[in-house]
Nanobody, 116 residues
Framework: QVQLVESGGGLVQPGGSLRLSCAAS????????MGWYRQAPGKQRELVAT???????NYADSVNGRFTISRDNAKNTMYLQMNSLKPEDTAVYYC??????????WGKGTLVTVSS
């Protein structure tokens, strides 16, 4: 089992920045790719970004160029640097970790609100 805990959410003005963190514990040696999903009010959950164990990244078109995903394998922590935030980025952001054995683990989420 892998436990994931997100932090770093909050209220920010449009154009501002936030950095989310996701700390992994438990069977961290089994983690392959990690990533972030988000779910805005009244909308379906969507994939934001992913990063492989080797550091290969992928982004949704809506955040490409504004968000940067990274991970520190030594600290078992993943990050999402979010710049130039827009009101439409408001959502609960969830951390995910895919196991080498199959299966996906989810964090409980952290709320990001972009509003003036």
């Amino acid at each position: 089992q892998v436990q994931l805990v997100e932090s770093g959410g909050g209220l920010v003005q449009p154009g501002g920045s936030l950095r989310l963190s996701c700390a992994a514990s438990g069977s961290v040696f089994s983690i392959n790719a990690m990533g972030w999903y988000r779910q805005a009010p009244g909308k379906q959950r969507e994939l934001v970004a992913t990063v492989t164990r080797g550091g290969i990244t992928n982004y949704a078109d809506s955040v490409n160029g504004r968000f940067t995903i990274s991970r520190d394998n030594a600290k078992n922590t993943m990050y999402l640097q979010m710049n130039s935030l827009k009101p439409e980025d408001t959502a609960v952001y969830y951390c995910i970790a895919d196991s080498l054995r199959g299966g996906r683990f989810w964090g409980k989420g952290t709320l990001v609100t972009v509003s003036s």
